[in-house]
């Protein structure tokens, strides 16, 4: 579900319309597979929360439509390259409800094809994007990769703690959407302390973003989550609820073993979800969740328009609510 | 083994060491591992051709070294990044006679770490690059990917053309040597003319460098190719030489067979191979090879100083006469 399409930010409803646009340009190739893949992959949807988030940081100078619809495009587009190359290196036949790239073409040209989305969300800004955001976008590429390495090495480590869980989960998820939001901050010629803020409110929004989707993996009771339950235990991802019933349950010994496991079936996923669950891991794990919530709201700079304002307080209710 | 190394392009002898500087800057990493490939991939070496290339094509202009050094080494990053994930989709186990970083890695991080790789070349730039030089950058690792596609699209097809086949050397291989050379132009101010002639150079030189690989590939006479005569037909790659004995040879029909196998046995390969080398496929493809280099010699600005001219020149005949 897109976040626009959810009337959360009504103001950028035709910037996020160009944003589709652009996505379509964007992904035009001469080789017909990878124009397929392209559309795929943006047909496939997705809550275009980073093009959003950037919109809506950049909204108060009014900057031209096309080029920062174009901007706002590019970050999607790098966002799908990051998802098509989890996917392949996840084995996921499923995203979205959809088949993944890798499904449907194969690990070689999905590997290929998400080295395309990265290549084209640079080139097609090229003639405008300035040297400073050029470095933010290229910096956010290789921390989400750092991140997703620190995640692959910590596989079923039961011994993860909570200061690597947020250094990854800041790697990997926090930063971008907080780049999103500099972004537009920056194009938006905002103070750098005004900017350092609204990075500030995209890192404490992406942190509780991803709390919520491990939340998500625990509790199944994901709407529209496209994956079953446990999916993260089953790869080995030991998140924030299960790092904090490792420490807190009575049956922390049994949990340790059924996390470390690498062959661990589906019945040992549903005992140590049961087990994370029991121990009051999801009530802790919403409370941070809360506490990130509540920095983002209180970060946001005064100098934004009421309207940009209340539309970022928005996507933290959303993020707040959400179950999917 | 190293273009400068060779002492072909002594006139950049010192900024190729700091090209290689550079890329231990650039690989850089907090997280321990990504270090370790980084520098693992530097040290494998390669013929540091791209970056050899941008160097002499802006020798003229004598440029800062350290800027300079820094846009080559991102060039060579590049090129490393696609050579990573090119074998994680060819399940490479040795490159140059290193093992790949998806054999002492996994497929997971080494697509993780060529991502991190590309981010880097455009990071460690973003202060001083142009906006035409991101766009030539960029859309390169496009047409790569591109290339990479119509290769994987066209394995085991017996009906791929000549101009199949050039094409997709042109956008995998060929185009990235003369954007390499392009780029080197660009930033030393050179008119748009030269510039043109300088990439019709690269670009002549980078298909007569494909199309010797290929036949290396035929003939088995490999030095230091780091892999085995055949290689290309085992993964179903039809290259030059090929596409012509499938037109030429008197076994054309016993060939077809051969090749579009895709469980083509160690002994079929070497039946495709004598084939195609008894019907003079191999001094076609060295006519073709000597045409392109005759052309980029011809195709040489004027303009250019007599060192450049000369080192330039010095490359073609490493081309022409390389065996390995």
Tied chains: 1, 2.
Excluded at 268 to 295: F, H, M, W
Aim: aromatic share 6%; with cysteine; proline share 3%.
């Amino acid at each position: 579900m897109n976040v626009y399409a959810e009337k959360l930010v009504p103001i950028i409803k035709d910037q996020m319309v160009a944003v589709e646009e652009s996505l379509f340009e964007k992904v035009e190739s001469q080789v017909k597979i990878v124009d397929d893949i392209g559309i795929h992959l943006i047909k496939a949807g997705g809550k275009r929360l980073r093009p959003a988030l950037y919109l809506l940081c950049s909204y108060d100078a009014n900057l031209p439509l096309k080029e920062n619809a174009s901007l706002a495009a590019s970050l999607e587009l790098i966002h799908m390259a990051t998802l098509v190359h989890d996917d392949v290196i996840d084995e996921a036949s499923t995203r979205r409800g959809q088949p993944t790239a890798n499904t449907l073409w194969g690990n070689k040209i999905s590997v290929l094809a998400g080295d395309y989305l990265l290549a084209m969300a640079f080139s097609s800004i090229a003639d405008f994007i300035k040297p400073r955001e050029i470095q933010v976008m290229a910096n956010t590429i290789a921390l989400v990769c750092e991140g997703e390495i620190l995640q692959n090495i910590n596989a079923f480590n039961a011994d993860i703690t909570m200061e690597d869980y947020k250094r990854k989960t800041f790697q990997k998820t926090a930063n971008f959407i907080a780049s999103s939001c500099e972004l537009g901050a920056i194009r938006a010629n905002f103070t750098e302390e005004q900017i350092s803020q609204i990075q500030t409110y995209g890192n404490c929004l992406g942190m509780a973003f991803q709390i919520t989707d491990d939340i998500l993996d625990i509790t199944g009771n994901a709407k529209q989550i496209g994956k079953p339950a446990g999916n993260d235990l089953k790869q080995g991802i030991i998140t924030l609820p299960v790092i904090y019933a490792l420490k807190n349950s009575p049956h922390q010994e049994e949990l340790r073993k059924l996390v470390s496991s690498t062959e661990i079936t589906d019945d040992e996923v549903a005992k140590a979800l049961e087990i994370t669950r029991e121990c009051g891991a999801v009530e802790y794990s919403y409370d941070i969740v809360r506490d990130y919530l509540q920095n983002a709201k209180n970060i946001l700079p005064k100098e934004l328009s009421l309207e940009v304002k209340n539309s970022l307080i928005n996507v933290i209710d959303f993020v707040e609510s959400r179950d999917y």
